[in-house]
C-alpha cells in the first residue's frame, strides 16, 4: 500500500488556474474522495496524480518519493476514466488483459491474474463476449477490471458511475468500496455526487474553484461545514439560510423583531439549518416564532415542509404522515448544535459561544440553555 501527498500544487494555464495551491494527504489504503461540481478542478487534480499533466508548481509524491517526470506505471497508478474505453473488436477477456500484453506479460501469468480479476468482478461467464453484447454495469466492471490487473497499488478513478443509471449506480458503488477494502489498495475517487462521496468516503476533499473548500470525514462536512459553499453542497435536502441582523439583546433573523438567538451580533452573518434538524409543533403554541406553511413534498417515508417566517424560507422535515397542511401555522425549533453560523461576505463558519436559551417543542416548556427555537 502507497501513500499520495500533494503538495502546494497549481496547474494553470495562462491565466487560468484549473488547480490553485492544492495540498492533501491520502493514507495508505484509503479511500479519499475528490467532491465537488463541474468545472473545480478535481479531475485535473486526479490526471496530475496520474502523470497524464504536469503540475505548474508544485510537487506529488507516492509512497514517499516524488514522481515528477514518470509515466502512470513507473508512478504505481491504474485509472479508470468516466468512458469505459474498451475496445469494441475484443473480447472482454482481452480488453481486460491488454495493458499486460503491451508490457510483454508471460501468458502463464496473464491467466492467473484475469482469472483472479475475473472472480472478483463476476466476469467470469462474461470473457468471450465483445463489449457490444454487454450492459453499462458490466462494461463499467470491465473496465475497472483492467486498472485492477496491472496489480497498482494507487487506483485512480474519474467519475466511474456517471453514465450510468440510479439503482446500477448505487449497487456499483457498494461493491467498489468493498472490493477496495478487500483487497487495501489506496483510491481516489472523483465525482460531483455527494451522496457516492457520503457513502463510500474514509475522507472527503471538497473542491470549488480549484482549491478545497474543505477536507475531512463525510461526518466532519455534515456535522461541522467550514464555509457556506460546503453547507449548501453537502446534504441530500438543501440547507435552509435564514439573514441574521442585531437586535436589542442579540442576533435576529432579519426581517423580525426577535427573539435573540444569541447573544453575539448577527449583522453580516447567515444562520444555517438541515431540515432534519428541525422539528415542526403543528400546533404552533411552543416556538417563539410562528411560521406559516407554504409547501409540501412528500418523500415516503418524510416530509419536506417548506415554511415562512415572515418573508424568509426554513424547510423542515417531518415523518410523511404526520406533514401539517398547506396554510398551517406551526412553531419550528431545533439546538444550538444543529445551527450553523457563517460569515456573509467570506463564507467561512463562525463559532458563537453564547446562545440564548429558549422553549423547544421536543422539550415542551423547559428553557434549555444550548437551544435555539424559531
Request: aromatic residues 4%; proline residues 5%.
Amino acid at each position: 500500500m502507497h501513500s499520495v501527498v500533494v503538495r502546494s500544487v497549481t496547474k494553470a494555464w495562462g491565466e487560468t488556474r484549473a488547480v490553485d495551491d492544492v495540498s492533501f494527504a491520502v493514507e495508505p489504503g484509503h479511500l479519499v474522495v475528490l467532491l465537488g461540481p463541474s468545472g473545480c478542478g478535481k479531475s485535473t487534480t486526479l490526471r496530475l496524480i496520474a502523470g497524464l499533466d504536469e503540475p505548474t508548481v508544485g510537487n506529488i509524491e507516492i509512497g514517499g518519493r516524488d514522481v515528477r517526470g514518470l509515466t502512470g506505471s513507473a508512478r504505481g497508478v491504474a485509472m479508470v476514466f468516466q468512458s469505459y474505453a474498451l475496445f469494441p473488436h475484443l473480447s472482454v477477456a482481452d480488453n481486460i488483459t491488454f495493458g499486460l500484453s503491451v508490457r510483454g506479460t508471460p501468458r502463464a501469468e496473464k491467466a492467473r491474474r484475469l482469472a483472479k480479476v475475473a472472480g472478483l468482478l463476476g466476469l467470469e461467464t462474461l470473457l468471450r463476449r465483445k463489449p457490444g453484447q454487454l450492459s453499462g454495469g458490466q462494461q463499467q466492471r470491465v473496465a475497472l477490471g483492467r486498472a485492477l490487473i496491472a496489480e497498482a497499488p494507487i487506483c485512480l478513478l474519474d467519475e466511474p458511475l456517471s453514465n450510468l443509471d440510479a439503482q446500477l449506480r448505487q449497487d456499483l458503488r457498494r461493491e467498489i468500496r468493498a472490493l477496495q477494502q478487500r483487497l487495501g489498495i489506496t483510491m481516489i475517487y472523483v465525482t460531483h455526487d455527494q451522496t457516492e462521496a457520503m457513502s463510500m468516503a474514509d475522507r472527503v476533499i471538497l473542491m470549488h474553484a480549484g482549491r478545497i473548500e474543505q477536507n475531512g470525514t463525510p461526518a466532519d462536512l455534515y456535522e461541522r461545514p467550514a464555509t457556506l459553499f460546503a453547507a449548501r453542497f453537502i446534504g441530500a435536502a438543501p440547507m435552509s439560510f435564514l439573514d441574521l441582523d442585531d437586535g436589542p439583546h442579540g442576533a435576529v433573523i432579519a426581517g423580525t423583531a426577535g427573539p435573540e438567538l444569541f447573544a453575539a451580533s448577527g449583522r453580516g452573518r447567515v444562520l444555517g439549518l438541515r431540515p432534519e434538524d428541525v422539528a415542526v409543533d403543528s400546533v404552533g403554541q411552543s416556538g417563539r416564532f410562528h411560521a406559516r406553511v407554504t409547501a409540501v413534498e412528500y418523500l415516503g417515508s418524510e416530509a419536506l415542509v417548506t415554511c415562512m417566517i415572515g418573508d424568509r424560507t426554513i424547510l423542515a422535515s417531518t415523518p410523511g404522515g404526520g406533514a401539517p397542511p398547506l396554510g398551517a401555522k406551526v412553531g419550528l425549533a431545533w439546538d444550538a448544535s444543529a445551527a450553523h453560523v457563517f460569515d456573509s461576505a467570506s463564507g467561512a463558519r463562525v463559532a458563537i459561544d453564547t446562545v440564548a436559551g429558549a422553549p423547544s417543542p421536543r422539550l415542551h416548556t423547559t428553557t434549555h440553555q444550548g437551544s435555539i427555537c424559531a
